[in-house]
T-cell receptor, first 115, second 114 residues
Framework: AQTVTQSQPEMSVQEAETVTLSCTYD???????LFWYKQPPSRQMILVIR??????QNATENRFSVNFQKAAKSFSLKISDSQLGDAAMYFC????????????FGTGTRLKVLA | NAGVTQTPKFQVLKTGQSMTLQCAQD?????MSWYRQDPGMGLRLIHY???????DQGEVPNGYNVSRSTTEDFPLRLLSAAPSQTSVYFC?????????????FGEGSRLTVL
């Protein structure tokens, strides 16, 4: 069965600094998608970034980028120039590219941004 | 465009009571799903649907029922609430059946079962 592991329950970063959140996953599939979702204190989840497994190039969205290491089954999120508004829970998620609609989420990392 | 709307946002039940969490989306999404979020456990899939009349079980379906009579609505029913069902529930939808689509979430419903 596929699993997603986030080993850092909580992280802190100084405003304007860079932080990396870790995510590892386990799958025997070769085609899949990986996501990072943000859950601010308001509770509503929003997509931060998405990576397709068949693409070697790491996805980037403004200050957010990923380090996707397919062989190591690692999918970390780097947040550059951290802002107070980045404080939230961050969830890593996985889904196979075909045959199922079952997204699998990690347990989350709470990010604190220090002024 | 309201997106995904969940009601109620908060609910307190007594053990054994029944209730329905409502979820509606106005984006014509085929895929809809229900998750529960518990501390230290992330989001776990309860049930999902890929279209009207089609539903399937997720990781933790016991104690919950769903139906999908229209594209827009996907209610989650608790027939006999138990304290173990105390949680925050999220409805999410997507317009891409290829699984690559972004999940759009509702604001969540906090349920407490006494």
């Amino acid at each position: 069965a596929q699993t997603v592991t986030q080993s850092q329950p909580e992280m802190s970063v100084q405003e304007a600094e860079t932080v990396t959140l870790s995510c590892t996953y386990d799958t025997s599939e070769s085609d899949y998608y990986l996501f990072w979702y943000k859950q601010p204190p308001s509770r509503q989840m929003i997509l931060v970034i998405r990576q397709e497994a068949y693409k070697q190039q790491n996805a980037t969205e403004n200050r957010f980028s990923v380090n996707f290491q397919k062989a190591a089954k690692s999918f970390s999120l780097k947040i550059s120039d951290s802002q107070l508004g980045d404080a939230a829970m961050y969830f890593c998620a996985y889904i196979r590219s075909s045959g199922t609609y079952k997204y699998i989420f990690g347990t989350g990392t709470r990010l604190k941004v220090l002024a | 465009n309201a997106g995904v709307t969940q009601t109620p946002k908060f609910q307190v039940l007594k053990t054994g009571q029944s209730m329905t969490l409502q979820c509606a989306q106005d984006m014509n999404h085929e895929y809809m799903s229900w998750y529960r979020q518990d501390p230290g456990m992330g989001l776990r899939l309860i049930h999902y649907s890929v279209g009207a009349g089609i539903t399937d079980q997720g990781e933790v379906p016991n104690g919950y029922n769903v139906s999908r009579s229209t594209t827009e609505d996907f209610p989650l029913r608790l027939l006999s609430a138990a304290p173990s069902q105390t949680s925050v529930y999220f409805c999410a939808s997507s317009y891409e059946r290829s699984n690559t689509g972004e999940l759009f979430f509702g604001e969540g419903s906090r349920l407490t079962v006494l």
